[in-house]
């Protein structure tokens, strides 16, 4: 079973790239009855040492939950830059998309979480069920692809790159009830709710 962290926006790399390729979405094929997905093609991606940093980009439609994240058919392979090298299980894939209030929130996996050496792994695949996540594609319809590693090595270079394999998006295909906005309204009700009953308001 993969490792997941999820993280705020805070942690992400400042070195976003300005141009990314976009993933669009494709409908029902494949896909949980019920959901949309959309398709991202990891093939020729590399990634660096660090924290997360957006390779790519889902369009996909607004203000849609998150159910699912999968890779499928993922090969990965690892450098040695410095005579230390980069591990399969330092990799990590991952989303960026928004919390119920609108805020940046993201997930990593690791698609090969027990192998601790480098050279080519895979194919692999895997899933993770999001719907408990509460993670939402914005009012923009976009949600980046992270790539990141737990380990740097400290030259610089890549610490290693995607040969095949896809990250596929799973959604609702009908918008979270009254938006993000009216989805934040309420968690915020609940808030003040509850804080009242804590400290024993009259109108609590």
């Not at 997941?4 to 390729?21: E, I």
């Not at 896909?31 to 990891?42: K, T, V």
């Not at 993922?74 to 591990?87: A, C, I, Q, R, S």
């Not at 319809?141 to 990141?148: E, K």
Request: hydrophobic fraction near 40%; aromatic fraction near 8%.
């Amino acid at each position: 079973m993969s490792e997941k962290r999820t993280f705020r926006a805070g942690v992400v790399a400042a070195a976003l790239l300005a141009a990314s390729p976009l993933a669009l979405a494709s409908g029902q094929d494949g896909s949980q009855e019920g959901y949309e997905q959309a398709i991202f093609d990891l093939s020729g991606i590399a990634y660096v040492g660090g924290p997360p940093a957006v390779v790519g980009t889902f369009e996909v439609d607004p203000d849609r939950q998150i159910m699912r994240l999968r890779w499928e058919d993922v090969v990965l392979e690892t450098y040695d830059n410095t005579g230390t090298p980069n591990w399969a299980s330092d990799a990590y894939l991952g989303i960026l998309a928004v919390d119920l209030a609108g805020e940046p929130l993201g997930w990593l996996e690791q698609p090969f979480p027990t192998d601790y050496a480098h050279g080519v792994f895979g194919p692999a695949s895997g899933s993770v069920d999001l719907e408990v996540a509460n993670l939402f594609t914005g009012d923009d319809g976009h949600v980046q692809v992270l790539m990141a590693s737990s380990w740097t090595d400290g030259s610089g270079e890549p610490a290693g790159m995607y040969l095949g394999g896809s990250l596929i998006l799973e959604y609702l295909g009908i918008p979270a009830p009254g938006g993000l906005a009216l989805l934040a309204s309420l968690a915020a009700s609940r808030r003040r709710r509850r804080t009242a009953e804590v400290l024993g308001s009259p109108d609590a």
